[in-house]
T-cell receptor, first 113, second 115 residues
Framework: SQTIHQWPATLVQPVGSPLSLECTVE??????LYWYRQAAGRGLQLLFY??????ISSEVPQNLSASRPQDRQFILSSKKLLLSDSGFYLC????????????FGPGTRLLVL | AQSVTQLGSHVSVSEGALVLLRCNYS??????LFWYVQYPNQGLQLLLK??????LVKGINGFEAEFKKSETSFHLTKPSAHMSDAAEYFC?????????????FGSGTRLSIRP
């Protein structure tokens, strides 16, 4: 069966520090991968998605970037965090083309102080 | 283009009462529609999915949703609420972008259950 992991689960970082969040998927090949952000009391905002290694599509211009160095690894990064980067970051995967279901990881809670 | 509107950011029902969470969608193509549930500090879990087959879709935990094209609605119901149903619920519609599925989420409805 497929599983999705996110690391770390919780992170507290000072403003201006770098960020690296990792997402890995097991049990499937060539998944589509997604990064979402969920601000407190708000819905989900799609940040990036990837259909293959090295292929990244950005949905919202911002302080963040994403990379996909391996087939089942998706990384969310920032060179300098802002207060507004605080939130709950969710990684998701799907397979195939078309309108397939997305399956979500457990999330990373980021607090920027 | 696709969009989703969830009516009511917070719904409170008594334990054992009917749960009704409202969702209206807009889609330029025949929609795929989803309901996800999120428990505190966890990721989203798929409750059910509509893919143009049966209009009444049954999901996990006793939930079901009915697709009504004429009303552009996909409301989520459960006959009898349990305390464990307290969570955030998201309605979503699937769009297309190249070869990857894109899901547009509603703003969510927080369901509270009164003892």
């Amino acid at each position: 069966s497929q599983t999705i992991h996110q690391w770390p689960a919780t992170l507290v970082q000072p403003v201006g520090s770098p960020l690296s969040l990792e997402c890995t998927v097991e049990g499937t090949s060539n998944p589509n991968l997604y990064w979402y952000r969920q601000a407190a009391g708000r819905g989900l905002q799609l940040l990036f998605y990837s259909v293959g290694i090295g292929q990244i599509s950005s949905e919202v211009p911002q302080n963040l970037s994403a990379s996909r160095p391996q087939d089942r690894q998706f990384i969310l990064s920032s060179k300098k965090l802002l207060l507004s980067d605080s939130g709950f970051y969710l990684c998701a995967w799907s397979v195939g083309t078309g309108r397939e279901t997305q399956y979500f990881g457990p999330g990373t809670r980021l607090l920027v102080l | 283009a696709q969009s989703v509107t969830q009516l009511g950011s917070h719904v409170s029902v008594s334990e054992g009462a009917l749960v009704l969470l409202r969702c209206n969608y807009s889609s330029s193509v025949p929609p795929y529609l989803f309901w996800y549930v999120q428990y505190p500090n966890q990721g989203l879990q798929l409750l059910l999915k509509y893919t143009s087959a049966a209009t009444l879709v049954k999901g996990i935990n006793g939930f079901e949703a009915e697709f009504k094209k004429s009303e552009t609605s996909f409301h989520l119901t459960k006959p009898s609420a349990h305390m464990s149903d307290a969570a955030e619920y998201f309605c979503a519609v699937s769009g297309l972008s190249g070869s990857a599925s894109k899901i547009i989420f509603g703003s969510g409805t927080r369901l509270s259950i009164r003892p």
